[in-house]
């Protein structure tokens, strides 16, 4: 790997110990707020799944999910609601990960979609 820091500020190893951290990793901003992605899992493409948008960018987005979604898992996204805005991208769960308050209780699980 031979990475070099350039306009992104993406670096490597061997630029002297600047390493980009995860916050400055992404090039899209993110639009924060409450509103619904509807999503039709390639398992099931019969049933569309509404899911919780904790943001949002035109690359992917961070959701609330009740159940583990299985990193790797494809479907369509096809809108965002209430704006309306039309997705129909192919998706796909990049990660997935328990969300528990202080007691250890699972709360919900959040999850990031990656939109192709």
Known sequence: ?????????????????????????RIQQRAT???EILIAWHHEPDQLQSYLTLD???????????CFLQEG????ALMH?????????????AWCKAVRNETGYL??????IRFF
């Open 33 to 35: 707020g409450s509103g």
């Open 56 to 66: 949002i960018s035109e690359n992917g987005a961070r959701i609330c999910a009740d």
């Open 73 to 76: 898992l494809t479907g369509l």
């Open 81 to 93: 609601r209430p704006t309306g805005i039309r997705i129909d991208r192919t998706s796909m769960v």
């Open 107 to 112: 709360k919900h699980y959040e999850a990031g």
């Open 1 to 25: 790997m031979d990475f070099k820091i350039d306009s992104t500020g993406a670096g490597t190893p061997d630029d002297g110990g600047k390493f980009v951290s995860l916050e400055n990793r």
